[in-house]
């Protein structure tokens, strides 16, 4: 399995009117559309950052997982998403590894991702979000 780059980290926001005072007007950072994730029940905009982006992620239902992660831990780092080369390759190797996954095969996420999430119980804690693009 090949990891090329960290390709974002998503961030747990209660606006993403509020988030982009900082994340867009004070660091400068230009403001892609919104995108409704209705399965997830999430709104999500990416901002670039050098060769990565910062996604910031606010509920549409408190019952969603952004919902839930921000009831129970307040806005913050919510996930680090790894841009893998092939990701039925990735989750397949990472599976014989014995690491637990979330998402056994890919499903869709922003702007036409293949994204798959490994289990934190698996990586020391940290939500990991494998994507290809
Ligand atoms: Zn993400």
């Given at each position: 399995?090949?990891?090329?780059?960290i390709d974002h980290l998503g961030i747990a926001v209660k606006s993403i009117n509020e988030g982009k005072k900082f994340w867009g007007d004070l660091l400068g950072l230009w403001l892609e559309e919104s995108e409704a994730m209705k399965?997830?029940?999430?709104?999500?905009t990416f901002f670039p950052i050098g060769?990565?982006?910062?996604?910031?992620?606010e509920s549409t239902d408190p019952?969603?997982?952004i919902g839930?992660?921000?009831e129970k831990r307040g806005e913050g780092i919510h996930?680090?998403?790894?841009?893998?080369?092939?990701i039925e390759e990735a989750l397949k190797e990472l599976k014989e590894k014995g690491i637990r996954l979330i998402d056994e095969t890919p499903r869709a996420g922003a702007r036409g991702a293949k994204i798959a999430f490994l289990h934190?119980?698996?990586t020391n804690g940290v939500l990991v979000e494998l994507c290809e693009k």
């Amino acid at each position: 399995m090949k990891v090329l780059k960290i390709d974002h980290l998503g961030i747990a926001v209660k606006s993403i009117n509020e988030g982009k005072k900082f994340w867009g007007d004070l660091l400068g950072l230009w403001l892609e559309e919104s995108e409704a994730m209705k399965a997830e029940k999430l709104i999500t905009t990416f901002f670039p950052i050098g060769e990565s982006e910062i996604e910031l992620l606010e509920s549409t239902d408190p019952e969603g997982p952004i919902g839930r992660f921000l009831e129970k831990r307040g806005e913050g780092i919510h996930h680090v998403a790894f841009r893998v080369e092939n990701i039925e390759e990735a989750l397949k190797e990472l599976k014989e590894k014995g690491i637990r996954l979330i998402d056994e095969t890919p499903r869709a996420g922003a702007r036409g991702a293949k994204i798959a999430f490994l289990h934190p119980k698996s990586t020391n804690g940290v939500l990991v979000e494998l994507c290809e693009k």
